[in-house]
């Protein structure tokens, strides 16, 4: 698994490295927050990812849905 997400992060890196400056201002057509970019995703994106990591490491699995629990089983 850790190598699949390795993958992910690169393709999700080199997707991003070809945004130009008028793509991170892009909103979402038909939002209703005109903040909601393409910048501020990504910002919140990478956001949520450190804390995940930071919680693998710390082997905290407070406060999260366990897999089957999500999917409502």
Not at 9 to 19: C, G, S, V
Not at 38 to 45: A, E, N, P
Not at 59 to 68: K, M, Q
């Amino acid at each position: 698994m850790a190598e699949e997400l390795g993958w992910a992060a690169e393709a999700l890196a080199r997707r991003l490295a070809t945004l130009t400056a008028d793509d991170w201002d892009r909103d979402g057509a038909g939002l209703a927050d005109s903040r909601l970019t393409v910048d501020f995703f990504t910002r919140h994106l990478l956001h949520d990812i450190a804390h995940d990591l930071a919680e693998v490491r710390r082997g905290d699995r407070s406060g999260r849905a366990r897999p089957e629990t999500a999917a409502g089983h």
